[in-house]
Antibody, heavy 121, light 107 residues
């Protein structure tokens, strides 16, 4: 069974930093693209970032480019999101998601329950 | 960026009904279109990928169609567990973008 468990969220002041982790199990982590998607309270889904299977290729939404960094440790089956210069508008539940597999780079097949990040003074 | 527009934003229906949700892309995305279902307090689940391919384990009452810029998600014989919010998402190019969501309520 595919499992994705996020951790590392919490309350942080504007301008602060936070690192989210996503522990993966139930599949061969190193074979799949991975994504971060966020959802502000009561709002829709916003894709944040993705990383390819070996970690060499990353893509970001414009709203987080230069502030957030996605990375992965395939030996530890873990995905990360380093978030710097946080803003109030970054407040959201952050979900990690596994790619569909095969040639797909933009479809997410499994999602974690998410980790809440609150940016407030 | 490719903008995705869903309609309607909300919809009321009864158990047993057939409903259709539409999604329009601001430019052609071929068949790089996915549909997700999200229930309150839960993570989204993939229903359909590549516009019309049913994800494993998803009931056959869900179906998708379309290509280019116009897509539809249809749900036949609505069941109580189908009342949720539905999102389309383009996987044609980064940044990946979602529609604003369609909330399906019980009438």
């Amino acid at each position: 069974e595919v499992q994705l468990v996020e951790s590392g969220g919490g309350l942080v002041q504007p301008g602060g930093s936070l690192r989210l982790s996503c522990a993966a199990s139930g599949f061969t982590f190193s074979n799949y693209w991975m994504h971060w998607v966020r959802q502000a309270p009561g709002k829709g889904l916003l894709w944040v970032s993705r990383i390819n299977s070996d970690g060499r290729s990353t893509t970001y939404a414009d709203s987080v480019k230069g502030r957030f960094t996605i990375s992965r440790d395939n030996a530890k089956n873990t995905l990360y999101l380093q978030m710097n210069s946080l803003r109030a508008e970054d407040t959201a539940v952050y979900h990690c998601a596994r790619g569909l597999g095969g040639s797909s780079t933009g479809t997410t097949a499994y999602w974690g329950q998410g980790s809440l990040v609150t940016v407030s003074s | 960026d490719i903008q995705m527009t869903q309609s309607p934003s909300s919809l009321s229906a009864s158990v047993g009904d057939r409903v259709t949700i539409t999604c329009r892309a601001s430019q052609s995305i071929s068949a790089f279109l996915n549909w997700y279902q999200q229930k309150p307090g839960k993570a989204p689940e993939l229903l359909i990928h590549a516009a019309s391919s049913l994800q494993s384990g998803v009931p056959s009452r869900f179906s998708g169609s379309g290509s280019g810029t116009d897509f539809t998600l249809s749900i036949s014989n609505l069941q109580p567990e189908d009342f949720a919010t539905y999102y389309c998402q383009q996987s044609y190019s980064a940044p990946l973008t979602f529609g604003q969501g369609t909330r399906l309520d019980i009438k």
